[in-house]
């Protein structure tokens, strides 16, 4: 009894310094240009736009974000400068696309422009404000009572994007979009309750059905219980085990600059891609080293692949498409203490908008926690001595995850002391599945989609993950834009192919090995890379113009981990809007108004505003200020083991200092972590 009733106190004060230290956050203040809009700012937006007269009662706030000053401008400001702040607003009245740049320092409009031929982002309303019209549509009447469902009360058809993709009723310009119905009576989630074979297209300008599809009745399979909210029993043999920090953390946020370890960078949240990482830079002796001048996501693409288009009609670029729609303002979703984040992380909330264009903060968006491996920073047995030597390890955290309907993604910025930034993503949340009607998850709606690929062999779309349940298979892309400055702007991709080397034939002993062959990427052109176990190579920006103590040129690589390729061809239209899939690497010279891979305004985008399409200009990138982009993808075959809820799928890249330093920066480390 004395044993246990110390043990609770002691869990007692673990708890309590837990709850004291992790409710910290960022007050919603302006500190440096790159901050991110605050709730004042948002307001001062909508002010000074209603009294510019803009507004009308039916206007919806699509996009609301920080307009960037210029980069020479943010790197010549010092504390005590001015800070000038705009916005960037995308509005949607009338059907019509309106784009504005306001001025929140003077309370100016700067610019206001409509935007012929571009469309806002879906919102909200428009996603789920259809429900009434379409599901009293005689047609979509018809086939549920074909169906036996003639309760309405817990059916709801829903409208996505549609993007591009040369429907008919497309040529003209419309706002189109396309969707089906779910059924959720006698259930609790929604995931598995698609009605089947149900399909239409919507104007969503006319708020009509402009083409319904019946592609045939399935019955819906019993509901599954997603998920136990209690949770389950303690594993058997399970032993409790506490982490803690009852010190504090090791890192200090001093007006939103983030200091660990030789780490120094500022973040902000954005509604758009989540987290955006600036002046990322390392502490190498007495001097201050730019590393990063801003890093983030930029865009995601899921892909379905299945011949009904009820289900190849999924195509899903969610950062430009989606970011106001996929819950309440922005992609990012609070944290859950001890489960998305240790309970002694330290959270930040975040400032984002409604579609009315009031602002509103939610809490713990983002978390920042450092962590034991277990791992060491390096080792060594030394047999002369019989002594082991080695540095034990951690790492800093900078997490978030995006609730994109179905899908959670869990978004990773892994700072370590060796200076590396391993960069990572997991994907789990639910499944997107189909009803079938027989043990055939890749059953076909209609006698004209084949089973067969070219050359004879039977091919299939989804697996079974239960029951008369197939997990469609899908494919998951992510759009990384890198602006890295190793020692300054002027950067160069250098690409370090390792190749096979012949000796001489009277070489004694071996006659072949490999040997590294640099070259310098001179275009655009020649920085669209891909990943091969073939034909391997090291991909290093590079500074020429700085050079470490060994008089090599300091760089930074990208590490590749797995990761995938599109295998939809470049013609294919989802692919003409995100080919950034088509490429692992892209590197482009530094460019303000290219910020998003699949372009600004993704909706109604022909991929005329993308990176497949800005780098066909095949400008310079040799010398001078450039941005690289990485491709993370993998293709999901769905598996029992996904369902009812999919365990997380990591895929990751690393940056790591190549000749940045002249030995290894963890030599010093103390023997604890």
């Not at 002010?47 to 943010?74: C, Q, W, Y």
């Not at 409208?159 to 003209?172: F, I, K, M, N, W």
């Not at 409604?354 to 602002?359: F, I, Q, T, V, Y």
């Not at 996904?642 to 000749?659: G, I, N």
Request: glycine share 6%; net charge negative; hydrophobic share 40%.
């Amino acid at each position: 009894m004395e044993v246990s009733l110390s043990f609770r106190k002691r869990v007692f004060a673990f708890v309590s310094l837990l709850i004291s230290s992790s409710l910290w956050a960022l007050p919603p203040a302006v500190h440096h240009p790159l901050d991110a809009l605050t709730p004042d700012e948002y307001w001062a937006v909508y002010n000074t736009l209603r009294d510019a007269g803009k507004l009308e009662e039916k206007t919806v706030f699509s996009s609301i974000l920080l307009h960037e000053p210029a980069k020479s401008d943010v790197l010549a400001w010092k504390p005590g400068d001015p800070i000038v702040r705009k916005a960037d607003v995308i509005l949607l009245t009338d059907s019509k696309t309106y784009e504005a740049v306001v001025d929140i320092s003077s309370g100016k409009l700067e610019s206001y422009t409509e935007m012929k031929g571009a469309q806002a982002p879906l919102s909200e309303g428009e996603m789920h404000g259809y429900d009434d019209v379409l599901k009293h549509d005689p047609r979509i009447v018809e086939a549920l009572k074909k169906r036996g469902i003639t309760d309405l009360r817990f059916v709801t058809c829903y409208v996505t994007s549609a993007g591009y993709v040369g429907l008919p009723e497309q040529t003209d310009g419309r706002r189109i979009g396309w969707g089906g119905c779910m059924d959720t009576a006698n259930a609790i989630y929604a995931w598995d309750r698609e009605i089947p074979g149900i399909f239409f297209v919507v104007d969503m300008n006319a708020k009509k059905i402009v083409r319904f599809s019946d592609y045939g009745f399935v019955p819906i399979p019993a509901a599954t219980s997603i998920y136990d909210a209690d949770g389950g029993p303690a594993s058997p043999g399970a032993k409790p085990f506490l982490i803690a920090q009852p010190d504090g953390p090791s890192f200090t946020i001093n007006d939103g600059e983030v200091t660990w370890q030789n780490w120094r960078f500022r973040f902000r949240l954005d509604p758009r891609v989540g987290p955006v990482l600036n002046l990322v830079t390392l502490k190498d002796g007495d001097k201050r080293r730019s590393v990063l001048y801003e890093a983030s996501l930029s865009e995601m693409y899921v892909p379905y692949q299945d011949p009904e288009e009820t289900w190849n009609s999924h195509v899903f670029i969610d950062a430009g498409e989606y970011f106001t729609s996929t819950g309440s303002g922005g992609i990012i979703k609070p944290l859950q203490a001890g489960i998305d984040c240790p309970a002694y992380a330290t959270f930040f909330s975040g400032a984002f908008f409604h579609e009315n264009g009031s602002p509103y903060i939610r809490p713990q968006l983002a978390c920042l926690f450092e962590r034991v491996t277990g791992d060491p920073a390096w080792r060594h047995w030394d047999e002369d001595t019989a002594a082991i030597s080695g540095r034990p390890s951690r790492e800093l955290v900078l997490r978030t995850v995006a609730t994109v309907a179905n899908y959670d993604y869990i978004f990773d910025w892994r700072f370590e002391q060796s200076g590396s930034i391993e960069v990572a993503v997991g994907a789990t949340g639910v499944l997107e599945v189909k009803a079938v009607s027989n043990a055939r998850a890749d059953e076909k709606p209609s006698p004209d989609i084949s089973a067969k690929a070219p050359d004879g062999h039977e091919v299939e779309f989804g697996q079974l993950v239960a029951p008369n349940i197939s997990g469609v298979d899908h494919d998951h892309f992510f759009s990384y834009r890198l602006d890295l400055d190793v020692d300054g702007r002027n950067n160069s991709l250098m690409v370090d192919r390792l190749v096979p080397y012949k000796l001489p034939d009277s070489a004694p002993g071996r006659h072949w090995i490999w040997a590294m062959q640099p070259e310098m990427a001179k275009t655009e052109n020649d920085a669209k890379l891909n990943v091969s176990i073939e034909h391997p190579a090291m991909w290093r920006i590079a500074n020429e113009n700085a050079k470490n103590a060994l008089g090599q040129s300091t760089s930074f690589m990208i590490m590749p981990g797995v990761t995938e390729l599109s295998l939809l061809p470049p013609g294919e239209w989802p692919q003409k809007r995100a080919g950034f899939s088509e490429h692992n690497l892209w590197v482009t010279p530094y460019e303000p108004n290219e910020r998003y891979a699949s372009g600004v305004y993704v909706l109604g985008s022909k991929g005329d505003d993308s990176l497949a399409a800005w780098t066909k200009k095949n400008r310079n990138i040799m010398n001078t200020d450039i941005v690289a982009w990485y491709t993370v993808g993998f293709h999901h075959v769905p598996r029992p083991e996904d369902w009812p809820q999919m365990p997380v799928m990591w895929r990751s890249f690393t940056l790591a200092p190549y000749q940045f330093f002249t030995n290894n920066p963890t030599m010093d480390l103390p023997m604890t972590p």
